[in-house]
C-alpha cells in the first residue's frame, strides 16, 4: 500500500519520538527487554516496538511480570500479542513471593510490593538485561514529571539519582559499566488521551475489561471489585451482583477497582474519559 | 472561581469524531518556562494548566482544599500548588531537575519544561532548552530585568531557540503601570539585541489575577497585542530540528531481517525524501538512489523532516550506524577539527587533552578539547581567560575529533551542529557542544601515502613492530625492566627503541609539567611518537607512569589493532614507597612535591593488562624474560 505522509501532527510526533528513542537503545545496549503488563499502555508500546523496526521483528524480548492474580482476560491477550509480533515471551515470576504464597486478598500492599518491587530486582539479575523498556509516563502520576527518558540504575538496582544524566537534544548516552542497567520510558510524553486515540487509530487489540460489561462484582470499601476467578474469597453475606463496569487501569484483580460505565466500545470510552471527573490513578487500591 | 465549566468539559456536546481528528491534528509546542522563585512562574504555570481544563474534579477539589491550608492566597486558589505541590513530593532527596507539564487548548497542544532559575540550576535549564521551540521568561515588575533574567536570555538564545516571550507578571501589584511595563521593555530590548534577538515580544501578566492569560485585561486596556496563551497558540512553528534544508538522516539501525532486505533506520534531520532521489552517504561520500521507504504502514512515497523511517537503496552500498544519509548535492561538510561553544555539566573539571567521547547524531567518537580560547560571562556575556571550564560554565574553545565527521553548523541545523561529551572511565554527559565552524576541513589535509609502506619497513627488519607500554607507580621498576627487555631483544638482531618518562621530560616535553592536563598531554606526544616509530618497524619500548586509563586507552586507538601491548608493572605503593630509590614518595609526603602519583595524584591501575609483572613474586630478571617471551610470542 502507497500512501503519502502524514503531516507531522501530535500523534506522529509523538511515534517518532518513541521510535527513535527504541532504535537508539537497541543499537546501544547489549541486551534489552520489554516489560509487557498487557495493559493498554503496553499494547500501543508494542505496537511502536513493531513499527520501529519492521520488517524485523523486534530484537528484544517481551517479559510479562506474572503475580498469577492477574485478570483471565489479561492471560489470554499476551500469548496471542507476543505470537502476533513474533517476538520471545519470558514470563517472570517471582519465586520468593511464590513459595511465601503471597497473595493480594491476605497481604495487600505487600503483595505489590513485593511483586512490583523485586521484579526489577530479580529480573535483570536472572537474565542479564541492560536496559528494560517500560511503558510509564510523565503525566501520569505525579511523582514522574521529572523523570528522564532514560533512567540509571546501579548494580545494586537503585535508582541512581547522582548518575542520571543531562538529556540534552535526542542524544541519549546509554553507555553503562558492567552491572549497571537503564530503564527506559519511549512514552513519557504521551498523556492518557493519546493512549487511547492512537489505539483507536491504528486499531490495537486491547483487553476487553477496558470496555463496560455485565461482570460479577462486589462492593468493598467504596471500591467496586470483580470477582474475577473462583479464588476470590467472598465475606460473609457478600454475594456478587451483576454490573455493567469498564476499567480504566489493569493491576491485580483484587486490587483493582472498577468503574460503573455503559462505554462498550472504544469511541465510546474516549467521550466517557473527557466527562470524567476523577484522574486515572484513583481506581487502583494501589499505585504502583 | 467558575468551576462548573471544569467539570462538565466544553467538549461534552461535540461530535466525538470531530473532537478525535481536532485532537490527532494538533501541532505540539514545547516550551520552555525561565524565572525564579518569586517571580510567579509557578503561579503561572498552575494558572495555564487550569486554564486549559486539564483538571480532573478530584484534582480541582484538592486543589481548593490545599489552597486554603496551604497556599499564600488567602481564600483563593494558589495556582502555584498545582506546580509545586508536585514539587514537592518529587523533590524527596533528588535533585532539583527539569519537570515537564502537559496541557492542551483546542488548538494546540503543550509541553512545558519547568527549570529552576538560579545559577547552578544552568545545566538544567541547558537541558530543558535543548528541546524547546519557545521560552517564556518571567519578570517580576516589582524587580525588574534581573541578571539572572538576562542569563535565561543569552542561554535560550545560545540553544537556538528562536522564539522567546517576555512575560512581565504580577502587574496587578504595580497598580497595571504601563510605564513600568515599558521601561521594563526596554531594557530587555536593549540586551536581547545585543544578544541577537531580533523580534522582542513583551507581555504584561497578572499570573494571579489572571490578566492577559486567556484573554485581554480589561485593567490594561493600553497593551493592544495578543494574551500569553493566544500568543502560543498563533506562534508559527518550525521544526525542531531547525530551518528547511536539504535532506539528511543520521542512520540509527540497519534492519536486515533476512539476505534479501538490507535497509537503513532512522529519524530524518532535515528536508524531504522520495524513491529514486540521488543520496550519499557521509563519510564515505558513496552515492546511491532510494529505492523504497519503508514503514510498518506501507511504503511511503514522500518523507519529511522528524519522521522515523526505513530507506533501501537501489546499490549496496557500504553503511552503517552513524553514518550520515544526505542529499547527493550539495553535500555536507566534513572536518575534524571546529571552534565550539562548550556548556560543562560535570562536577569535574573540563580536562583539556583528555580524550571524551563525543556523541553527535547518532555516531560516537573519540574527541578532545584544547584549552578554552576565554571563557563566557553569562551575566555580563563579557569574554574572561581560562585554562578549564568548572560545572555549568561556558566557553568557547577548539574540538578535535579522531576521525573527520559530517556536521552543519548549530545556528543551520541542531541534530547536526549540537554534541554531548561522555567521560570515557565514568560514562557520564559530562559536556555539550554546538558547532559554530570548522577549523580545518578534513579534506584539506591528504594523508601523503608513500611507496615503502611500515609493512615494507618492519618486513626488512624482520620483525613486528609493536610498542610494549609498561605502567606502573614511580619506582616500580618500569625503567629497569624495560632496559632489560630491550637488551634481550637487540641480542637476537631486533630493532628496538626505548622511550623513558625521564629522558622525554628532558627534551621533547620539557615544556610540560605534573599537573593532570601536562601529563594528558605528555602522554598524547609519546603516543604519537610511538606511532612514528612502529610505522618505522620499530619495537617501541616506553616507561612511563602513564597514571590514567583514559590516556593508556587513547595510545592503544592510536595504533593497529594488536600492536600495542600494556604491561602492568604492579608494585604495591608501601613497597615502592620503602624503596624510594629517587627520594621523590619522601619529598612528597613533605609536601616538596605535588600531583605526585600515588600520594596526592590517582594511579588508575589496568584491568585487563596483555601482561602484569607482579613485582613481589618477581626479580627483574624474572620479569625481562616473561616480557620478552611474550613478546616472541606476539608474532616476533
Known sequence: MTQMAPSQNNLSELESDAIEIMREVVSEAKNPVMLYSVGKTSAVMLHLAKKAFFPSSPPFPLMHVDTTWEFQEIYKLRDKAAQDAGMELIIHQNSEAMEIGINPFEHGVLHTEIWKAEELKQAPDNYGFDATFDGARRNDVTSRVSDRILSFRSAQHRLASRAQRPELWSLYNARIAAGESIRVFPLANWTELDIWQYIYIERIDVVPLYFAALRPTVERDGMLLMVDDERFPLEQGEIPVMRSIRFRTLGCYPLTGALESEAATLIEVIQEMFLTTTSERQGRAIGN | ?636
Open chain 2, 1 to 636: 472561581m467558575k468551576n462548573q465549566m471544569y467539570k462538565a468539559g466544553s467538549q461534552a456536546n461535540e461530535d466525538i469524531d470531530v473532537y478525535l481528528d481536532r485532537n490527532q491534528n494538533k501541532s505540539v509546542l514545547r516550551f520552555i518556562t525561565c524565572g525564579s522563585v518569586g517571580d510567579g512562574k509557578s503561579t503561572l504555570v498552575g494558572r495555564l494548566l487550569y486554564e486549559s481544563k486539564m483538571l480532573f474534579q478530584d484534582q480541582l477539589t484538592q486543589l481548593e482544599e490545599d489552597s486554603k491550608k496551604l497556599g499564600t492566597r488567602g481564600q483563593d486558589i494558589d495556582f502555584a500548588l498545582l506546580v509545586d505541590g508536585l514539587s514537592a513530593q518529587r523533590d524527596q532527596g533528588i535533585t532539583i531537575d527539569v519537570t515537564y507539564h502537559f496541557f492542551a487548548t483546542q488548538k494546540r497542544r503543550f509541553i512545558v519544561a519547568d527549570t529552576p532559575g538560579h545559577e547552578q540550576y544552568t545545566r538544567n535549564m541547558i537541558t530543558g532548552a535543548s528541546t524547546a521551540q519557545l521560552a517564556v521568561i518571567v519578570i517580576d515588575a516589582c524587580k525588574g530585568v534581573l541578571e539572572q533574567s538576562r542569563r535565561h536570555i543569552y542561554l535560550c538564545h545560545l540553544l537556538g531557540i528562536r522564539n522567546i516571550v517576555l512575560a512581565v507578571n504580577k502587574m496587578d501589584l504595580i497598580g497595571y503601570d504601563q510605564s513600568v511595563f515599558e521601561a521594563i521593555v526596554s531594557d530587555y530590548t536593549e540586551f536581547a539585541t545585543i544578544v541577537g534577538i531580533s523580534e522582542h515580544i513583551a507581555i504584561p501578566i497578572s499570573g494571579f489575577r489572571g490578566d492577559n492569560i486567556v484573554a485581554c485585561s480589561d485593567s490594561m486596556a493600553w497593551y493592544t497585542g495578543l494574551p500569553l496563551l493566544a500568543h502560543l497558540e498563533a506562534l508559527e512553528l518550525e521544526h525542531r530540528s531547525g530551518m528547511p534544508q536539504d535532506f539528511c538522516m543520521p542512520v540509527q539501525w540497519i534492519n536486515s531481517p533476512h539476505s534479501g532486505f538490507r535497509g537503513f533506520s532512522g529519524r530524518i534531520a532535515s528536508g524531504t525524501i522520495e524513491p529514486g532521489d540521488e543520496v550519499r552517504i557521509l563519510p564515505s561520500a558513496r552515492t546511491s538512489k532510494v529505492d523504497r521507504i519503508v514503514t510498518f504502514d506501507g511504503d511511503l512515497n514522500k518523507a519529511s523532516a522528524g519522521q522515523s523511517i526505513t530507506l533501501t537503496l537501489n546499490e549496496e552500498v557500504d553503511c552503517s550506524r552513524g553514518q550520515i544519509i544526505t542529499a547527493a548535492a550539495p553535500p555536507l561538510e566534513v572536518a575534524d577539527q571546529f571552534e565550539i561553544t562548550l556548556i560543562w555539566m560535570d562536577e569535574k573539571a573540563l580536562l583539556p587533552g583528555r580524550s571524551y567521547y563525543l556523541k553527535i547524531g547518532t555516531q560516537m567518537v573519540s574527541a578532545s578539547l584544547a584549552e578554552p580560547k576565554y571563557q563566557v560571562n553569562v551575566n555580563t556575556l563579557g569574554h574572561t581567560a581560562t585554562k578549564t571550564l568548572e560545572l555549568n560554565e561556558i566557553g568557547v574553545t577548539t574540538l578535535t575529533t579522531e576521525r573527520p565527521i559530517p556536521f552543519a553548523p548549530f545556528a543551520k541545523n541542531r541534530t547536526l551542529g549540537g554534541f554531548i561529551l561522555i567521560d570515557k572511565m565514568t560514562n557520564a554527559t559530562v559536556g555539550a557542544g554546538l558547532i559554530k565552524f570548522a577549523l580545518r576541513r578534513a579534506q584539506n589535509i591528504h594523508w601523503q601515502p608513500t611507496d615503502v609502506t611500515r609493512d615494507h619497513r618492519a618486513q626488512l627488519k624482520k620483525q613486528k613492530a609493536i610498542v610494549l607500554w609498561m605502567t606502573g607507580l614511580s619506582g616500580s621498576g618500569k625503567s629497569t625492566i624495560a632496559n632489560a627487555v630491550e637488551l634481550k631483544l637487540t641480542q637476537i638482531n631486533r630493532h628496538t627503541f626505548l622511550l623513558d618518562g625521564d629522558n622525554v621530560r628532558h627534551g621533547l616535553n620539557k615544556d610540560l609539567g605534573f599537573t593532570e592536563a601536562d601529563r594528558i598531554e605528555n602522554i598524547r606526544r609519546v603516543g604519537e611518537v610511538a606511532k612514528l616509530m612502529t610505522d618505522a618497524g620499530l619495537i617501541v619500548i616506553t616507561a612511563f607512569i602513564s597514571p590514567f586509563k583514559s590516556e593508556r586507552e587513547m595510545v592503544r586507538n592510536m595504533m593497529e589493532d594488536g600492536e600495542f601491548i600494556e604491561v602492568f608493572i604492579d608494585a604495591p605503593l608501601s613497597a615502592v614507597e620503602k624503596r624510594d630509590v629517587k627520594g621523590l614518595y619522601a619529598k612528597a609526603r613533605a609536601g616538596q612535591l605535588a600531583n605526585f602519583t600515588g600520594i596526592d595524584s590517582p594511579y588508575e591501575a589496568p584491568e585487563n593488562p596483555e601482561i602484569r609483572i607482579d613485582t613481589t613474586q618477581t626479580t627483574i630478571d624474572e620479569a625481562a624474560q616473561i616480557i620478552f617471551e611474550a613478546i616472541l610470542k606476539f608474532g616476533n
